[in-house]
């Protein structure tokens, strides 16, 4: 099976995990994507959706998908995103495209993040992908500064030659070469650093289940 196919199938697999008249949170990126359209299909059990971005609010209400503003929702059941990697505790990197603070923020009200990912996605020790740090523009040298200090070799994300540029108007350092072996506490550490939107790592608050795309059917790990 091809990495889309595998991505296909968790997407399939995560209706099961959609209430009946709830809301739900929805991540962003090319698995949320695939979601969104098996979503569209059943558009008329569910009261609507929160988008974790603009990209992913326009591709809710090319469904016909009513997307709801946090701000209006006291609470949901689950929010259902992809991840760029997931340990065997559930802790994940994610960000690669760009999204994680409104991820992040979402995530946070609902009761539970199932996570969906192809097989790939599964890691020992998180770090080989590079780890997104959104930032506050005028921190990027002292942040970058601290994430050297932490052992990882930080980098401005790019876009066509600029600075890469968030649906919140900030800017993403892609730190490298980190081993994340202590996730929890890493994330706590990046967070409090002055001029950090969000850390990429949801460890403090991951995934509740994951629904993995292997070549033997989609596995469901439990955390
Ligand atoms: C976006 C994310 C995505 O969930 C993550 O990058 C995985 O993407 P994909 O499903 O395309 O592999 O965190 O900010």
Redesign the pocket.
């Known amino acids: 099976m091809t ?1 889309d196919e595998l ?1 296909q199938a968790v997407a399939l697999a995560a209706l099961d995990y959609v209430v009946d008249g709830a809301i739900i949170g929805v ?8 979601f969104i359209d098996e979503l569209g299909k059943i558009k008329h059990r569910i009261k609507g959706a929160v988008a ?2 603009e990209a992913t609010a326009a591709r809710l209400k090319s469904h016909g998908i009513s997307v709801f503003d946090l701000n209006d929702v006291d609470n949901m059941p689950v929010y259902i ?4 990697e997931i340990d065997h505790s559930g802790a ?9 603070t409104r ?1 992040k923020i979402v995530a946070s009200v609902a009761d539970k993040f199932i996570c ?3 097989g790939s ?1 599964l890691v020992d020790v998180m770090g080989q992908f590079a780890l ?1 740090v959104e930032i506050i523009p005028m921190a990027e040298a002292s942040v970058a500064r601290s994430l050297r200090a932490l052992g990882a070799k930080p980098a401005l994300r790019m876009k066509e030659g600029k600075a890469y540029v968030t649906d919140n108007g900030c800017h993403i350092i892609d730190a490298a070469g980190l081993q994340i072996r202590d996730p929890k506490a890493l994330e706590a550490q990046i967070n409090q650093l002055p001029g950090v939107v969000s850390v ?1 790592l949801f460890a403090l608050q991951g995934a509740a289940v994951c629904l993995l795309g292997t070549e033997q059917g989609v596995k469901t790990l439990k955390f």
């Not at 991540?27 to 695939?34: D, I, K, V």
């Not at 995103?81 to 760029?84: E, I, K, L, S, W």
């Not at 990197?93 to 760009?98: A, L, N, Q, S, V």
């Open positions: 990495q991505k991540g962003t990126g090319s698995t949320a994507n695939f974790s971005s995103d992809g991840a760029d994940m990197i994610k960000g690669g495209g760009g999204a994680l991820e969906i990912a192809d996605k997104p990429g």
